[in-house]
């Protein structure tokens, strides 16, 4: 009796015991189709799903892509790691490992910082990976580090090829260089027009100095000829191309004929003294306009060449948000002790300054730069009139080198327009007076 009642008890505490929820463990999916075609998405995907029938596992993130595998790891590497802490991933997903990347180190360094957020097992048809085990970390690595040698192997066997095209007169690209087109067997040839084209954009670049002049020039004279109007980037590109002296260009190496290297005597167009002459004169303009980020001269020099006193103007600047041009006066700040207009957007409600701080910085730092009239360096006084109007004069030669003029229209009309508004109602008020 006392048995039956013990056993009764039992019963009844384990059909009135709480059942505990089991933790759900999340995964990350990583899916990327190789250039070669192998695996393609839909196959990893559908390998990821048979996967998960067998597991209660639940998505934290699944990432599908056809992009580069030495882009990969670091384009989605925020994505992963903010899934990983928001969700405690445990489980990362994959076909084959070396779905997650072809640059190691990168793919290295993202697993690493996985598995310090949280212990993760790697899962693919390869087989499946405890990252915190060092055999199975060592594999893992070692399957990474094949995979970017293959990919490195492969690049230097395209290479080949192509340098073998490009000795045999062969053009792998897609469109031709300016002035010539390609027959069905990917071979370049002069179009009619192309040596008589190209020693007049080199004689009037000689000459002027200037790309944008040089652009309008041709444009003016081969107007019937071209069939799209030349600017001054399409002028340098022109110029720094040894396609016109005979030679092929590709990942920096020039390919001549053969294995002599000669030049293609049916693509020259120009001497190679005249090319010589034109690369002297680009080098001059790098030198006195030098690339940084910082200047915006970077722009200027290509459009205007060397010999001009630059005037760019900036009217009304848009809405950053909504590129309207329907917004208000909200007052003034200092920026880095220069005056700054601030606005707020009728549409989006955004708020925003004008000029913006990184162009003030790139024309304050044209005050450090060489006077090209003149020739003496760091001698520019930096002036800053009102919220408006900025110069750079040379305190040797009273040069002005650079002019900016930020200018909102509107507000000027409306500026202009209130006083008469205003008098005229003085005048109504006094006359019935």
Known sequence: MIINIILMLAILMALTKPKTKSKIEYYVGIERQSSSGQSTLEEQDDWIKRILKNHNWKKAELIS??????????????????????????YIILFRVDRLGR???????????????????????????????????????????????????????????????????????????????????????????????????????????????TARKINIEF?????????????????????????????GIIYGKGDTNEPHKQLAVISKDQFQKVQNLIKKIS?????????????????????????????????????????????????????QKKYKCKKCKKEFRSPPYRIIKKIHDLASELCINCGVKNNFTFINEDSYIWKLICNNCDYVRFFCEFKDISVEEKKEKKPVHKKKEKHKAQTTL
């Open 65 to 90: 892509d056809t992009c580069n595998g030495s882009i990969f790891p670091i384009r989605y590497r925020k994505r992963i790691i903010k899934a990983a802490k928001s969700k405690n991933v445990k």
């Open 287 to 339: 030198e006195i306009y030098r690339r940084s980020s910082s200047l915006p001269q970077e722009e200027l020099a290509e459009d205007y060449g060397i010999n001009n006193v630059v005037e760019v103007k900036y009217y009304r600047p848009p809405c950053p948000e909504c590129n309207s041009f329907e917004y208000q006066e909200n007052g003034s700040d200092k920026v880095a002790n220069y005056n």
């Open 223 to 251: 107007e019937e000829i071209l069939h799209k109007k030349l600017n001054g980037q399409d002028i340098k590109k022109i110029l720094s191309n040894k396609i016109y002296i005979g030679y092929l260009e590709w990942g």
């Open 103 to 213: 640059i190691a180190a990168e793919c290295i360094k993202l697993l690493d910082d996985l598995n310090r957020i949280n212990k993760i097992k790697i899962i693919s048809s390869e087989g499946n990976f405890d990252y915190d085990n060092p055999n199975d970390k060592f594999s893992v690595r070692l399957k990474l580090l094949l995979a970017e040698q293959e990919t490195s192997q492969k690049n230097s066997r395209v290479e080949l090829k192509i340098g073998y095209m490009l000795k045999n007169g062969i053009y792998p690209r897609k469109n031709p260089p300016f002035g010539y087109k390609k027959d069905a067997n990917d071979f370049l040839h002069q179009k009619p027009w192309c040596k008589e084209v190209i020693n007049k954009i080199f004689e009037y670049f000689s000459n002027n100095k200037d790309y944008s002049k």
